[in-house]
């Protein structure tokens, strides 16, 4: 079986709810992406990356995070200034530190990104392991204290709940949080911010987000990400 | 050596933030030709800062983008004398600021003053407690300068800021409603206080049935149309949520640019450059007085820059490194425990509380401000009795509200899984149901707590990188936990409280680390004082070996206070530029016997 994890097959896979949710959504022109490659990843890793983010963020009432476009979000990511290291000290030498001395290894995260899949993709393919039984395998993961190649698998597997995080959440305009997914779920409005009145109000907002593009650029949906099974 | 020597100016101004663009309009008003060097770039709240594209959370909040680079400049750190320190890669525990108006575009605005005890820390506790009282591995010291002396200064920086606030001790008399423990006031805030959000009201609801005497936090958001003293135009606060790691275009935040930058940029005596890169301060031959300082332009020439008056104003970590690069002052040996410089760095001791509120409560934690909080100082300083507690210090607790931002702002409780169904299912559920209460505490320093310069690594110019030994001391230890658990009765007093949990930074067995956010309220390694064995700046903020050299910032708390540290550190930077006014500037030399 395949599933398809684009931004329409959401809508007719979900629930009506949902379906009612976005489709207040429709002043944007989406443009799809799925014609275009990957800015960084390749199909398989985008695979695995999608099958790993969604048990991390699994889908309920709200998206997945690889619906909400967190692998585009990620793949955008390792393509452009955090991926390359901005930001990042790399003089070496590298010892090897304590916890509380953060990051010292000699690699930007696109390439540790890279490294973390490699090692892990040849090891196990998470997209071939029935769904029910890949959380467990999550859940090892972040118990190891193994070396992915040159990544302590702690490191990496911070780096990817980051990033999946972040790619729930961010605004639009990075390719995640797609139809506003993360901030729907939490109610929070985005980046128009005028609150003076209401402070102290006690009352539910029923204000629907707005990103910093909010109707003025195409929003992407996220690719199409086939999972064979 | 440098490709280029200028004209001499009278006094040249290491960095363009708070202290430093405060420096250049005093002084360049006074009549003195001032050039500031800023290693960022220009930018201004008006073009610069502006929302929507402002509020971008991954951008600013999380890939720093307003803050400095550690590609070009980091330091190294350990925890103790007996680790190897290692480069802080990535920004973490501390954002540091470049660019035109330095940390102080991005800062809460939280203003504050210190308690008079604070300012004669050892001293009072001696009287209060007896000699003995005071362990010998604290360096604890007076600062050399008291809360009277500095009183109209800091009464000065919290108009420049359009500071929001209640007094609670106006000219000596205390009125409820107020900080009853803050040091008597000669005048009110300039604007009333902030709204408060619910979280925060019942926060003070329940502080005040335990006996406590909640307030408003004293906020540089400022809460109506208002000119400071110098001009500056600053309007009322949106609560917009994107306050703390944002510029604020709304021109409600108190920042340097909008509140001392544009009124002294067209002044004849002023001139900035951006992109200026200091390297070093240049000493006189016989090493009594700096000559002026090296820097590298923006086309990468490096640039002699010759002044009658050298100010750093780098922020307080950067003084400290300049200092040591330089061979300003002497450096701390904490073997012989000899030298000044890097000598009592300290920090801020941060622990947290959640509470979890029932469906009756909607927080909207989104409609924040920096300084949007309810605090209580009983716990702070020497506010309450240290006699059988076993440490010295304390800190404000306070129920903020300063953003909902959703990447970062993940409230759950308890035992909530890291991923997953459950864990996604909390987050929907918990993010308007928190409140968020923090124990800001104070920071002793101690003989092991140092700045010197690292062995190994090096900056993008060449430089050793600034070394910090760094742990939390017991006795913060101790402080934090007491003060924690005080917080922890508060949350639990608070009505439609269902859940309640805590963490403590500073918890025994817990190693301070450079990676998590505490603050960016690096203080000491510079300190100010009466002696200079033990202090590189006498009590006006004049180095003891290079009279010319005047220090700003935080690197001159002796040990760092439980409040924020801009409110008490631009108080002394008027105290000292009002000494270089009226008594240095026409007559340089020491201004006291070493
Ligand atoms: C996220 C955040 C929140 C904060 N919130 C609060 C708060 O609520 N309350 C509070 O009291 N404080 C707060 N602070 C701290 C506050 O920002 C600082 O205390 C204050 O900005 C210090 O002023 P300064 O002039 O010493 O340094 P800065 O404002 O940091 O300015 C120093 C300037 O020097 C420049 N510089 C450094 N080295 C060189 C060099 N070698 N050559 C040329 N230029 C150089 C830097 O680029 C920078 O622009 C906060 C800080 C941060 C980062
Ligand atoms: S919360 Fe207020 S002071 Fe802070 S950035 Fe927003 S409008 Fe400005």
Redesign the interface.
């Known amino acids: 079986m395949s599933q398809l994890f684009s931004r329409r097959a959401v809508l007719m896979q979900i629930g009506s709810a949902v379906i009612a949710g976005a489709s207040s959504v429709p002043r944007h022109a989406f443009a799809d992406l799925d014609s275009q490659p990957w800015f960084f990843l390749t199909d398989d890793e985008a695979r695995w990356l999608a099958a790993i983010v969604d048990v991390f963020i699994p889908q309920d009432e709200f998206p997945s995070a690889s619906q909400a476009g967190v692998v585009d979000f990620i793949d955008f990511q390792m393509a452009t200034g955090y991926g390359q290291g901005e930001g990042l000290y790399l003089k070496g030498p590298f010892p090897e530190g304590t916890p509380q001395q953060g990051y010292q290894l000699p690699m930007t995260p696109a390439e540790m990104m890279r490294a973390g899949l490699t090692e892990l993709r040849g090891e196990t393919d998470l997209t071939a392991m029935p769904t029910a039984d890949r959380a467990a395998w999550v859940d090892d993961l972040s118990n190891r204290d193994n070396m992915l190649g040159d990544v302590p698998s702690s490191t990496f597997f911070e780096e990817l709940l980051s990033l999946t995080n972040e790619g729930y959440f961010a605004d639009p305009i990075y390719r995640g949080n797609a139809d506003y997914a993360g901030w729907r779920m939490v109610g929070f409005p985005g980046a128009h911010a005028y609150y003076t009145e209401r402070v102290g109000d006690n009352k539910p907002t029923n204000q629907p987000p707005m990103g910093i593009a909010h109707g003025q650029l195409n929003q992407v949906s996220p690719r199409k990400i086939e999972q064979g099974g | 050596m440098s490709q280029r020597t200028l004209p001499k100016t009278d006094v040249v101004i290491v960095g363009g933030g708070w202290t430093g663009l405060t420096a250049a309009y005093e002084l360049a008003n006074a009549g003195q030709r001032c050039v500031v060097l800023e290693r960022g770039r220009h930018r201004h709240t008006a073009t610069s800062f502006a929302?929507?594209?402002e509020?971008?959370?991954?951008k600013y909040a999380?890939?720093?983008t307003h803050m400095q680079?550690?590609?070009k400049e980091?330091l190294t750190?350990?925890?103790n004398r007996d680790?190897?320190?290692?480069?802080?890669?990535?920004?973490?525990s501390f954002l540091p600021g470049s660019g035109l108006g330095g940390a102080g575009i991005h800062w809460n605005g939280q203003i504050w003053r210190p308690l008079p005890s604070d300012l004669e820390m050892r001293s009072h506790y001696e009287d209060r407690y007896g000699s003995q009282f005071i362990s010998d591995d604290l360096t604890i010291q007076d600062w050399g300068v008291t809360y009277d002396e500095l009183e109209p200064h800091l009464d000065f920086f919290e108009r420049i800021c359009g500071a929001a606030g209640y007094a609670g001790n106006l000219n000596g008399e205390t009125r409820a409603g107020g900080n009853p423990f803050e040091g008597s006031r000669t005048a009110d805030y300039p604007n009333p206080a902030m709204?408060?959000?619910?979280s925060n009201?019942l926060f003070g609801k329940a502080a005040e049935k335990l006996g406590y005497n909640p307030f408003p936090m004293p906020s540089a958001n400022v809460t109506q149309a208002y000119e400071n003293p110098y001009g500056a135009q600053l309007h009322?606060?949106?609560?917009?949520?994107?306050c703390e790691r944002f510029g604020c275009g709304y021109y409600a935040k108190a920042d340097p640019i909008i509140c001392v930058y544009d009124r002294i940029k067209d002044h004849e005596n002023f001139e900035i450059r951006f992109e200026a890169q200091v390297l070093q301060v240049e000493k006189s031959a016989d090493g009594k007085t700096a000559t002026g300082v090296t820097y590298l332009d923006e086309n990468g020439v490096e640039v002699f820059q010759p002044a009658d008056t050298v100010c750093l104003n780098a922020y307080a970590l950067w003084n400290v490194h300049l200092m040591l690069v330089s061979g300003l002052g002497t450096p701390y040996d904490p073997e012989t425990r000899t030298g000044t410089v890097g000598r009592n760095y300290s920090y801020q001791t941060i622990a947290a509380v959640d509470a979890f509120f029932d469906d009756s409560?909607?927080?909207?934690p989104?409609?924040g401000a920096g300084a949007l909080g309810v605090v209580v100082d009983d716990f702070n300083g020497d506010n309450f009795d240290h006699s059988e507690l076993g440490f010295l210090g304390g800190g404000y607790i306070a129920c903020k509200q300063y953003h909902?931002?959703?990447?970062s702002y993940?409230p759950v409780p308890e035992g909530t899984p890291?991923?997953?169904?459950e864990w996604?299912?909390a987050?929907?559920e918990n993010?308007?149901r928190h409140a968020d209460l923090v124990i800001h505490g104070s920071s002793v320093s101690t003989h092991e707590n140092y700045l010197d310069l690292d062995p190994?690594?090096?900056d993008a110019y060449g430089r050793p990188l600034l070394r910090m030994t760094f742990n939390f001391p017991d006795n913060d230890r101790k402080m934090s936990d007491y003060v924690m658990n005080r917080a922890v009765e508060i949350a639990r007093e608070m009505d439609n409280v269902t859940s309640v949990k805590s963490v403590n930074l500073a918890a025994e067995g817990n190693?301070?680390?450079?990676?998590p956010y505490q603050t960016t309220h690096n203080v000491g390694g510079a300190v100010i004082g009466t002696d200079p064995a033990t202090s590189v700046v006498n009590r006006y903020g004049q180095m003891w070996d290079h009279h010319n050299v005047f220090v700003f910032g935080a690197c001159l708390f002796p040990q760092n206070l439980g409040y924020n540290p801009t409110g008490p550190l631009m108080g002394l930077a008027y105290w000292t530029l009002d000494h270089m006014k009226n008594d240095y500037l026409s007559n340089p030399r020491p201004l006291m016997d070493a």
């Not at chain 2, 190693?511 to 990676?515: A, G, P």
Request: one cysteine or more; aromatic letters at 14%.
């Open positions: 929302g929507p594209e509020h971008d959370e991954l999380l890939r720093y680079d550690v590609k980091t750190f350990r925890n680790q190897q320190a290692l480069p802080m890669r990535r920004l973490g709204k408060q959000p619910i009201t009322p606060c949106t609560y917009c949520g994107f409560i909607t927080t909207n989104f409609m909902g931002r959703p990447i993940q890291r991923w997953g169904a996604k299912r987050v929907r993010y308007n190994t690594w090096t190693d301070y680390s450079v990676v």
